[in-house]
């Protein structure tokens, strides 16, 4: 049984795609650059198949075949500057090989009605065919389908034409048909042995643009993952705020930082009073509501350098740098108020919603966070002990 064709295998005999959808894509990734060197190899044909006007006058000289094969010449060289224009404009092989296989013709129609025009100069004219035939095959860019039966058309035009007006042998017809045979094999097996290689290339860069794709995006999935991973790790999941393992690392780093540049530094212990009886009250959701809240409030009153985090169930850890007592008292106020002016939900009126504050003020290089927080956690426990609602400072 025949398998099928892979999208990347290219035909034996055609040097195309076996799959259509894949030449046509090829096709379309060197329009722009087969427009222009198909337009560019017109040109210089159509120049050089005019210029052969010169040698047809020193073989004829001014009689009426030379200015039959002037003319003829003339409209050649004009259907193929006219051609080359169209192409130029218009010429994507993919929807119309036939527009990239007429000039070839009337090229080749050209070089066949030289013969009976010149019917003494075969041998310059075999030669010319010769080259003709090659310059189809590999200097203007084309399909091999269509490169194979223009060339073919001028092969068997010229053979037919020179027998008929050349008066040739048997023997030298022969001769010359061997000739093009011969230059029509190796045309067609280059341009073959060129179009399989431009396409498989063309796979290779194609699947290497793929896998570069695959690679991206299993890169920004992976990136994407990491920041779940690393928020995960860091974040409270109910208030978004830093969780105490990574508040305790940014507040350490700060606390360093101030102590070296001999800037005072305050922590905050803040607890919601009374919050058990918030949650008997309302339920465990409006507990939760209530802690978000406060979250929020605390995290608008920071400015840009300061760190907060929750320490633990309705208990929240503000640190600020370069603060001092009397600041940082001012701070605990305002935010204490802050709270108190929280709008609540629907049901929730008769809450008095309030929180305690114990501060903490690092006064020299040798305090730590850790004494630091347990000092702050002592003026809590002062200010709920004296009747919550508070902001209390620990003394030295
Ligand atoms: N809704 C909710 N409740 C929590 C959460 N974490 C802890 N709690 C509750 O918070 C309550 C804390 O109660 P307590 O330690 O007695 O403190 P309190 O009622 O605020 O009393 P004071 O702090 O002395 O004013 C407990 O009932 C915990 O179950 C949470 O994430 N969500």
């Given at each position: 049984?025949?398998?099928?064709?892979?999208?990347?295998?290219?035909?034996?005999?055609?040097?195309q795609?076996?799959?259509?959808?894949k030449?046509?894509?090829?096709?379309?990734?060197?329009t722009?650059r087969?427009?222009?060197?198909?337009?560019?190899?017109?040109i210089v044909a159509a120049?050089?198949f005019g210029?052969?006007?010169i040698?047809?006058?020193?073989?004829?000289g001014?009689?009426?075949?030379?200015?039959?094969?002037?003319?003829?010449?003339?409209?050649?060289?004009?259907l193929?500057?006219?051609?080359?224009?169209?192409i130029?404009?218009w010429?994507?092989y993919?929807d119309?090989?036939?527009?990239?296989?007429?000039?070839l013709?009337?090229?080749?129609?050209?070089?066949?009605?030289?013969?009976p025009?010149?019917?003494?100069?075969?041998s310059?004219q075999t030669?010319?065919?010769?080259v003709?035939?090659?310059a189809f095959?590999?200097?203007?860019?084309?399909?091999?389908?269509?490169?194979?039966?223009?060339?073919?058309?001028?092969?068997?035009?010229?053979i037919v034409?020179a027998?008929?007006?050349?008066?040739?042998?048997?023997m030298t017809?022969?001769r010359?048909?061997?000739?093009l045979?011969m230059?029509n094999a190796?045309?067609?097996?280059?341009?073959l042995?060129?179009?399989?290689?431009?396409?498989?290339q063309?796979s290779?860069?194609?699947?290497e643009?793929?896998?570069n794709?695959?690679?991206l995006k299993?890169i920004?999935?992976r990136?994407?993952?990491e920041t779940?991973?690393?928020?995960l790790a860091?974040?409270?999941a109910?208030?978004?705020?830093?969780?105490?393992?990574h508040?305790?690392?940014?507040?350490?780093?700060?606390?360093?930082?101030?102590?070296?540049?001999n800037?005072?530094f305050?922590l905050?212990m803040i607890?919601v009073?009374?919050?058990k009886?918030?949650?008997?009250?309302?339920?465990?959701?409006?507990?939760?509501w209530?802690?978000t809240?406060i979250?929020?409030?605390?995290?608008?009153?920071?400015?840009?350098?300061?760190?907060?985090g929750r320490?633990?169930?309705?208990?929240?850890?503000?640190?600020l740098?370069?603060?001092?007592?009397?600041d940082?008292q001012?701070?605990?106020?305002?935010?204490?108020?802050?709270?108190?002016?929280?709008?609540?939900k629907?049901g929730m009126?008769?809450?008095?919603?309030s929180i305690?504050?114990?501060?903490?003020?690092?006064?020299?290089?040798?305090t730590?966070?850790e004494?630091?927080?347990?000092?702050?956690d002592?003026m809590?426990?002062?200010?709920?002990?004296?009747?919550r609602?508070?902001?209390?400072m620990?003394?030295?």
């Amino acid at each position: 049984m025949a398998s099928r064709p892979t999208p990347d295998q290219v035909h034996w005999l055609t040097g195309q795609f076996c799959e259509d959808s894949k030449e046509v894509t090829y096709q379309r990734s060197i329009t722009s650059r087969v427009q222009f060197e198909a337009c560019l190899s017109l040109i210089v044909a159509a120049c050089i198949f005019g210029m052969f006007s010169i040698s047809d006058y020193s073989l004829l000289g001014l009689t009426k075949e030379y200015y039959l094969l002037v003319a003829m010449r003339c409209v050649v060289v004009v259907l193929c500057l006219s051609l080359a224009l169209i192409i130029y404009r218009w010429g994507g092989y993919a929807d119309s090989a036939w527009l990239h296989a007429l000039p070839l013709w009337v090229l080749a129609t050209g070089i066949i009605l030289i013969v009976p025009l010149r019917p003494d100069s075969l041998s310059t004219q075999t030669t010319a065919v010769v080259v003709a035939t090659m310059a189809f095959y590999l200097l203007i860019p084309n399909l091999l389908k269509v490169v194979t039966l223009a060339s073919l058309y001028l092969s068997a035009g010229f053979i037919v034409s020179a027998v008929l007006f050349a008066d040739i042998t048997p023997m030298t017809t022969l001769r010359i048909a061997l000739l093009l045979i011969m230059a029509n094999a190796v045309g067609f097996f280059a341009l073959l042995r060129l179009e399989s290689l431009q396409r498989k290339q063309f796979s290779l860069l194609h699947e290497e643009r793929h896998q570069n794709c695959k690679l991206l995006k299993e890169i920004a999935h992976r990136k994407s993952l990491e920041t779940q991973l690393r928020t995960l790790a860091e974040r409270d999941a109910l208030t978004g705020l830093n969780n105490r393992g990574h508040f305790i690392k940014l507040a350490t780093a700060l606390l360093h930082r101030s102590q070296h540049e001999n800037m005072p530094f305050s922590l905050f212990m803040i607890d919601v009073d009374h919050f058990k009886k918030i949650n008997d009250t309302w339920g465990h959701s409006h507990g939760d509501w209530v802690l978000t809240k406060i979250a929020e409030v605390c995290s608008q009153s920071l400015r840009p350098m300061d760190v907060i985090g929750r320490f633990g169930g309705e208990e929240f850890v503000m640190a600020l740098p370069n603060t001092g007592p009397e600041d940082a008292q001012m701070v605990a106020e305002q935010l204490k108020k802050q709270v108190a002016e929280l709008p609540l939900k629907e049901g929730m009126s008769e809450l008095c919603l309030s929180i305690t504050i114990g501060i903490a003020v690092a006064h020299n290089e040798k305090t730590t966070l850790e004494s630091l927080i347990k000092q702050a956690d002592q003026m809590l426990y002062v200010g709920k002990r004296d009747g919550r609602n508070k902001v209390v400072m620990f003394q030295i």
